[in-house]
């Protein structure tokens, strides 16, 4: 793809605290010069940034991402913080790949607060990159508008997918070579195929508020002698409902490749009960 000489990236920076951010500080002081298309944020560990934060950073128009952190066996925050971030990129890039975005538009890098040298290299190396790649979604041939469909369906099942792959993300190998196979396209695919949705049927719901209660994120609507809905919109796919739910009740379906049923009407929803 032909790209103007005048395309000028967005990249979002999250930048650790006590070594990259020290690093693109030194390279500030000594003039070390490198591409001014990265704006910074800066964040106490590298393990801090979360998969939505990337995404995120894609939805609202930068054409890359960058993380830096200390370098392996040497985070200053959280011993294990750059093993973190080390786990959740590569899965990010796959999720990325997923959504027909170049994962080279992703990059981590190791610097220490005195390789300014180091910071400025790296730099220079990812803009020429992204220069190269073009803007975001022109680079790939896909419309804003697809990409943001793309998006939107990775972001709402990040909750979901951060629980299905919490073992692996909690991985520490100082071994950096095997995070390269630790997810494969067909597990990825596996995650969108099957993530589960939660649907109360309303003929067997009592209205006893327990999985009201339980849901951490409030996507259940209900009260005293009222049907309880699930607002799929806010649904994070944990199945804390389906396990609170009382046996003899039986109310909360797990549904795997279906649709779900409509939510019954709001004037339908009061429990009579028996006197």
């Not at 180091?118 to 190269?132: Q, S, W």
């Not at 909750?159 to 073992?167: D, G, N, Q, S």
């Not at 009382?246 to 049923?261: C, E, H, L, T």
Request: hydrophobic share 35%; glycine share 8%; with cysteine.
């Amino acid at each position: 793809m032909s790209i103007g000489h005048d395309f000028r990236p967005k990249v979002v920076g999250f930048l650790c605290n006590w070594c990259c951010y020290g690093g693109a500080d030194l390279a500030g002081v000594s003039r070390f010069q490198y591409p001014p298309f990265i704006r910074v944020v800066r964040l106490m560990c590298s393990g801090r940034v979360d998969l939505s934060f990337i995404f995120r950073s894609f939805m609202d128009g930068a054409d890359a991402v960058f993380i830096g952190g200390c370098h392996i066996n040497d985070c200053h925050y959280n011993t294990e913080g750059n093993y973190d971030a080390l786990s959740m990129t590569h899965l990010c890039k796959k999720l990325l790949e997923r959504a027909g975005i170049d994962p080279k538009r992703l990059r981590l890098e190791w610097v220490s607060a005195g390789e300014g040298i180091r910071f400025a290299e790296v730099m220079k190396d990812f803009g020429k990159e992204i220069k190269k790649l073009g803007p975001l979604g022109a680079g790939e041939g896909v419309s804003r508008e697809e990409l943001q469909r793309r998006i939107n369906e990775v972001v709402r099942l990040i909750p979901y997918i951060k629980l299905a792959k919490r073992e692996k993300l909690a991985l520490h190998d100082p071994d950096e070579a095997r995070y390269e196979s630790l997810y494969s396209k067909e597990e990825i695919d596996a995650l969108f195929r099957d993530a589960p949705s939660y649907y109360i049927d309303p003929a067997k719901c009592q209205a006893c508020m327990i999985c009201f209660k339980k849901c951490p994120v409030e996507a259940i609507d209900g009260g005293k002698n009222r049907i309880h809905v699930i607002d799929q919109g806010k649904c994070i796919k944990c199945g804390t409902c389906f396990e609170a739910c009382p046996p003899r009740f039986n109310a909360v379906a797990k549904i795997i490749g279906d649709s779900i049923p409509e939510a019954i009407p709001e004037g339908q929803r009061t429990i009579v009960r028996k006197k």
